[in-house]
């Protein structure tokens, strides 16, 4: 078994990863502490206590019911896209050389590699879908993706309420891959690629959005939960061997995660770092799983909040982007990012390394020492890392609450509309989606915004399947 995967573990040794100077040995038994017993003994009565008997601060947030303040009360307000917003203004990430030919659109009718996506149109400011070809029956063929149709449905009926949207017509992909040359609203387009789309919040974006009192809450009940002090002075990661379609026994360690994992191992001292589980395997190699056992062992889950109990979280990318990124930003404890050139989220090029997050190089070739030098500065330097959340939370705020969702989602869509190349019009191949079909995949909205955006309304019949 001399493979690639045999030369990059000897490289991985050769390279510091016993730096620490400790055998190799089992992972530490580290199990989550029970959050209900730590949090009963530590707030015994009063609002803590309220807070310490939920089981996470999301679901403490997700139970604060969200006025309807003036600032969801805007209707069909103009866009302002800053200029330059694809690369670093205030607007959405894109990258778009030229204009969108009508072509580019219709294609997709056709196109046999285009699984997952669907051709939608806005005029007049209601949406419309194209119900066919094979994208569209890719759809319905993934429970997965019959989710994230649903969560993009209603954060396009959200936005079109919210912000004064020009005809456009524009395809969404919801796959995690991406398609270099597709004019599409995709989770994280590939900024290497000259025609690499137009990100959107991503379905998990959309259906953990909150309010800003619902946000203030959250920080609330994780500053409550988990304080500064008293953290193990280590980072921590969990994840799977997700980042390759098909792993195998010559590919494995070429697995950025599974290298972070391999990694852990032998670095206890700086980090809890290891796979939960494996997937995406080559089911053909029968020692696939043999070889991972071997090399990179399972440890035991850690509940995402409780990955607070430690200094830094490491995040680290899949299959495309960190889904689980948006999810972190809430967190007060100090991210520590891989900067991937693969693929960008909605936000990513607004995110400052030393300011919100800091990152690390996309094959970790700066990872131990990068991380060495965080920790340590978080231990002498703590209003560092205080800096560091609190810009991070504060970057929430602005990108990852109910509006600032639903304002990227408008610039990705006016800048769409800007490119075009004809004027679109309604035809006999897009049916309307009622505006009722909003909002049950998000309950965290103002009820008073729900009614306006979703009117009580009949359904037609004929286009309510698939909706």
Known sequence: MATLAGLALVHLLATGVMQSGAAPSPWPSHVARGIMARARARFPGGRRHEIANMPSCADYAKGVIEPFTGEYAMYR???EVEEGGGRDGGGTFFRWEGEIEKDDVERLE?????????????????????????????????????????????????TLHLFAIPNVDFIVNLEDRNYCGMPALTYGPNPGCQKAGFAMPSWSTYINSRGPQQLEAMFECLQTKYPRKGR??????RGSTTGFSSLNTSNYMMNTRVRLAFLGRFNTHLMDAG?????QLNRSDEHVVEVLERDVPLVPRIEMDDFN?????????????????????????PLFKQDSTTSKEYYGHLMRNGTHVVYFKEDLSDFLPRLSTLLARCHTDPRYCNRLVTN????????????GVM?????????VAKRISW???LDDAYTEIPKNTCCSMNPTFPQELVDRVSPTEMVDSAVAEHL
């Not at 046999?112 to 949406?127: I, P, Q």
């Not at 419309?128 to 319905?140: A, C």
């Not at 991070?392 to 509006?403: D, G, P």
């Open 275 to 279: 796979l939960s589980s494996y997937v």
């Open 309 to 333: 109990d430690f200094e830094v979280i490491i995040d680290l990318d899949g299959n495309a982007w960190s889904d689980r990124f948006s999810q972190l930003v809430v967190f007060n404890t």
């Open 407 to 415: 304002r990227a989602t408008a610039h990705a869509l006016v800048e």
């Open 392 to 403: 991070m939370q504060q970057f929430a705020r602005e990108h990852l609450s109910h509006l």
């Open 232 to 237: 193990a002075r280590r980072a921590v990661w």
């Open 110 to 158: 056709s196109c046999w590699y285009c699984g997952g996506t669907a051709a939608f149109k806005v005029v007049e400011g209601r949406l419309y879908v194209r119900r066919s070809g094979r994208g569209w029956g890719e759809l319905w063929e993934k429970p997965e993706l019959e989710v994230r149709y649903q969560a993009a449905v209603e954060m396009l009926l959200m």
């Open 423 to 425: 004027t679109p019009e």
């Open 77 to 79: 307000e103009k866009v």
